[in-house]
């Protein structure tokens, strides 16, 4: 994710007014990474029952119906282009020490905080028994790995389109060739890298790349008194994947900076209250709909979950029309 650049909140930003693609490579091409490794798995009698736990989870949320996947996704993609960040990358601009950063970490846990006091009323959002088709393969009556495998030719082939007329060292001014030290890499490789992660989450722990617990973990650590916070006090994996992201962030900027202080001065950060605010939006809109970007973009779409792709359109709807509105007035 550092060397995909998408830790700078401009790059988001502009992505929100198709003014530079580099966010939509990186996402498109882990999203359906992440489909050919689930379908690999899948395939494997060892880690198959991995899989199909990991779709029913995701494919249940559509109990809810459509309506909290709409508002939630909306509610982050406000967020996504006020921070310039989304839930998990927050931690990736922590490592890399990105201007004004700490402020929308701080936003996010408030998010998490005003969610658990409204949870009654956003619970009202959902229906109590949606008859809807749950995941693609309910839909079509499919195999999931030819699903899958489709998804991820989709993907890509929007990718390499988009990359024909907007290269990606043109979008992030780059034009050393790609290696450890490097300030940047295709996010194409980098989006790759995210979807192979998919791999050993899922295959050894049953899991699969998200990040919006850790807010709930962590904030249960001093505040407890939600439902929802102390059944998750104990859940401590996305924690950790989330620090070992941040510490990940951090050797990459030091391995290009060859120095200890990784601060880059190219990267503005958001402004202050906007970071704020946003991280707000990111966490109630993230935990309206049970999920943050990489849980329903990257993993929940590549696991065919319907509910993940209604609120994967919601985010980018949501940023979209916000990043309009910020461009002209603010």
Known sequence: ???????????????????????????????????????LL?????????????????????NRGYLPFIVGGVLLGIGLDLSGTCPGMVYVQLGAWVKNCWFTFLG????????????PYIEQLSTKESKHAKTMMELTGWDYRVLAVCFAVLMYVIVFVVELFAPWRQDVGESAPMTL???????????????????????????FVGTSM????????????????????????????????????????????GSMNVFDTSIQGANP??????????????????ACTSGHGL????????????????????????????????
Request: aromatic share 10%; charged share 10%; glycine share 10%.
């Open 214 to 257: 850790a807010y709930m973990a962590l904030l249960a650590q001093v505040y407890d008194k939600a439902p929802e916070l102390k059944a998750n006090k104990q859940n401590w994996w996305q924690v950790f994947f989330c620090g070992a992201a941040a510490l990940g962030s951090y050797l990459s900027s030091a391995l290009h900076f």
């Open 42 to 62: 899948y395939s494997l009698k060892q880690t198959r029952e991995n899989v199909l736990t990991s779709i029913n989870n995701m494919g249940s949320l559509m």
């Open 108 to 119: 996010c846990f408030v998010g998490t905080f005003l969610y658990t006091l409204l949870q």
């Open 299 to 330: 993993s929940g779409m590549a696991l065919m979950s319907i509910a993940s792709i209604v609120a994967t359109m919601g985010i980018f709807g949501g940023g979209i029309i916000t990043g309009v509105i910020v461009n002209r007035y603010l």
């Open 1 to 39: 994710m550092n060397k995909g650049r998408v830790i700078d909140p401009s790059i988001i930003r502009d992505q929100m007014v198709m003014s530079r693609f580099v966010m939509l490579k990186l996402f498109l091409t882990a999203s359906g990474t992440s489909a050919l490794s689930f379908a």
């Open 181 to 207: 030290s490097s300030r940047a890499w295709s996010p194409v490789l980098a989006g790759a890298v995210v979807g192979l992660m998919q791999l050993p989450l899922n295959g050894l722990m049953g899991k």
């Open 273 to 290: 209250l906007l970071a704020f605010v946003g991280g707000i939006f990111l966490l109630l809109g993230a935990k309206t709909m049970r």
